[in-house]
């Protein structure tokens, strides 16, 4: 998988908020929640494999500048 840059994190982030309202709001049908909760899902494992890569071997952030 490619290294994910910050924003990109960012926007991954508010994607899940907005999926996760639409999924409690009550207005969708079982589908479309099931869909949506899929969606999130599948964020969350990008979001996952973000933060379990973002420090090296040695402790460091591969994300921060030296």
Do not use: H, Q, Y
Not at 20 to 39: Q, T, W
């Amino acid at each position: 998988m490619a290294t994910l840059t910050l924003p990109e994190v960012f926007d991954l982030r508010l994607k899940i908020k907005e999926l996760e309202e639409k999924i409690n709001s009550g207005e969708l049908s079982l589908f479309e929640r099931c869909d949506f909760e899929d969606e999130v899902l599948g964020l969350k494992e990008k979001l996952g494999e973000f933060d379990r890569l973002k420090f090296s071997d040695e402790g460091e952030c591969l994300n921060c500048s030296a």
